[in-house]
């Protein structure tokens, strides 16, 4: 038996091409690709050849393949639940599940009762929860979280293809139109993709400050492709802003502030390997760097999985992940129901 | 030579002042009477007044230091009734990278379709003080705030969504000893994105200013001169070609929409 722990990914997408395959690549001393499955049985196959991998075309034939130790769940996100649930009842040691881990409350209290159940691990991809840039800051911020009052995430980024294609060599598949965003419901569904898409990556980052969402005080979707959430939790604020575009430069920043605190976070893009962020604490007489480091939170997510597997402690526990997901969709619900409100004034 | 002196300022805006005049000794003389130009400190609530009655008094012009909040309507009468050039100053408006950035890139930046703020701050002060200073420097930067839609403000800080010709604006304001003063500005547009990051007043620490675009990232030359050492050289060169322009009538707009945001803001 293989020491290296072998992958089977549900979904052989841009992210699986761009990133994890990529990744993987510079981790085979801890895994090995075994199964690629995608509906579109070409992309399985052309992906799995370039891993080395057998190819699939049903979630069962990676579930029942004993030598899948690790399901990397990136289909779609309305299947990331019901495939986390079915890897943990298949008794594999590890899942990594792709953002979002679920679209609703009632699909996160069923993963959290099926994976505490079965007690099988689960990371999920919010690569900027394992960003060692991030990490290094939080093991060393002491008492910041208490003493933050106002939190902003934000993100500016030109499309993902020309990351992607700095990346790997992808697949080509058809396009989809681009929606009508005059229309209403349109707008709350882009919503609801940005929070679950795009903010994502963060909010596990703006709810170790905020804890819970009591409020969305504003939402609005930002033209051709962005949103504006400004909430309100346990005492503090948190404006969460994305903004797409059609250029070059990117910037991806968290910041946290307290009355003589703060936290500066900048995070490489989303795909390339272009290492660690940079997270600067400061206070009223100093300011202490940490980062850049050579990995960047993708690649350190899956060390954390294998370390896991292998009996370490979790980075981050079932109740902080099922807390994250539950954070992001509230979030998501209560600014879809602003939107569609104001749509109606 | 012109000569300069200063009303109504506290001591440490005098002192600000007096090492700022000593850096053009060949333009501003320091007097205690009968100045052609006056500093007027814009704290207390009377400036207004204070202002009409220098502008009586014979001043060629004046500079308003910081004025605080006051009603719309006493800045726009007095905006008609005022003859002299009066150059408002506000904590970011002084900084010579704002100007140089809007005329840079001015046509770039009608095409923007968000301008994002964030500005930092020193406890203390009233927050409609802080919105004043940060719809000052929009104004300067990129354009007058036309319309505000959403406001929260709170004990920490504040958050605005407003209208600037047709661009989204969202300003955030923070309350915080961190990098007080320092205040970040971008205009994002279909393919390039301009930014502007200004220091806190008073020093001579470049701000940093650039247009992102699909060919590359140019910043602009820094400047190492003060913002406040700035404005009373373009003040000088305002007298000296016969300027009759006032800030007081932006001013009043700014306050307008200092009103509006007080009056349909979430208080938290």
Not at chain 1, 195 to 210: N, W, Y
């Amino acid at each position: 038996m293989s020491s290296r722990l072998g992958v089977g990914f549900l979904g052989a997408g841009s992210v699986v091409q761009a990133i994890h395959v990529p990744t993987l690549a510079r981790l085979g001393d801890r895994f090995r690709i075994v199964t690629v499955m995608d509906s579109v049985a070409e992309v399985a196959a052309e992906v799995a050849d370039r891993a080395g991998a057998r190819a699939a075309t049903t979630v069962a034939e990676v579930l029942d393949d004993p030598a899948v130790d690790v399901v990397a769940i990136c289909s779609p996100q309305e299947f990331h639940a019901e495939q986390v649930e079915a890897a943990c009842l298949a008794g594999k040691r590890a899942v990594l599940c792709e953002k979002p881990l679920a679209t609703s409350r009632a699909e996160a209290e069923r993963i959290a009762e099926v994976a505490g159940r079965t007690g099988v691990p689960i990371v999920v991809g919010t690569m900027h929860a394992h960003d060692p840039g991030w990490t290094a800051a939080a093991e060393a911020w002491g008492d910041l979280p208490e003493r933050v009052h106002t939190v902003r995430s934000e993100i500016v980024l030109p499309p993902n293809s020309q990351f992607e294609n700095w990346s790997t060599e992808l697949i080509p598949r058809p396009g989809t139109p681009f929606p009508d965003t005059r229309d209403p419901e349109v707008r709350a569904a882009m919503i609801r993709m940005g929070v679950l898409a795009l903010a994502i990556h963060d909010l596990p980052l703006v709810r170790s400050f905020l804890g819970r969402v009591d409020e969305v005080d504003f939402a609005t979707f930002l033209d051709p492709f962005g949103y504006l959430l400004s909430i309100r939790g346990n005492g503090r604020t948190a404006e969460i802003v994305g903004a797409m575009h059609g250029g070059r430069h990117s910037r991806w920043t968290l910041d946290a502030w307290g009355e003589d605190v703060s936290l500066h976070t900048e995070f490489t893009p989303s795909f390339v390997s272009a290492g660690s962020a940079v997270s600067t604490l400061g206070d009223g007489h100093r300011r202490t760097r940490f980062g850049p480091f050579p990995r960047n939170g993708y690649e350190q997510e899956w060390r954390d999985l294998a370390d896991l597997v292998h009996g370490a402690p979790a980075r981050y526990s079932l109740d902080t992940i099922i807390a994250d997901i539950t954070f992001a969709v509230e979030l998501a619900d209560a600014a879809v129901a602003l939107v569609r409100k104001e749509s109606r004034t | 030579m012109t000569t300069v002196t200063a009303e109504n300022v506290d001591a440490g805006t005098a002192a600000d002042l007096t090492a700022t005049w000593a850096t053009l000794p060949r333009t501003l003389q320091p007097t205690t009477a009968g100045p052609d130009l006056l500093a007027l400190g814009g704290g207390s609530a009377d400036w207004p007044e204070r202002l009409a009655s220098a502008a009586a008094r014979g001043v060629r012009g004046i500079v308003l230091l910081d004025p605080s909040p006051v009603p719309a309507r006493t800045v726009r009468e007095l905006a008609a009734s005022v003859t002299v050039p009066v150059v408002v100053q506000t904590t970011w408006t002084p900084n010579p990278a704002l100007a140089q950035f809007r005329e840079r890139w001015a046509a770039a930046l009608n095409d923007a379709m968000t301008v994002r703020v964030v500005a930092r701050h020193a406890g203390g002060r009233p927050v409609e003080h802080l919105l004043l200073d940060e719809f000052t420097l929009v104004r300067a930067a990129v354009g007058a705030i036309t319309r505000v839609s959403f406001a929260r403000l709170g004990e920490h800080g504040h958050a605005l969504v407003g209208e600037l010709d047709g661009k989204f604006v969202h300003l955030q304001g923070v309350r915080t000893a961190v990098g007080a003063g320092e205040a970040r500005l971008a205009a994002l547009g279909a393919d390039q994105e301009h930014w502007l990051e200004l220091p806190a007043p008073g020093t001579a620490a470049p701000a940093r200013a650039a247009v992102s675009g699909p060919d590359g990232e140019q910043l602009l030359s820094p400047i190492h001169e003060t913002g406040r050492r700035a404005m009373w050289r373009a003040v000088h060169r305002q007298l000296e070609t016969g300027g009759t322009g006032t800030d007081l009538t932006a001013l009043a707009d700014d306050l307008d929409l200092v009103a509006a945001a007080v009056a349909q803001s979430l208080r938290c």
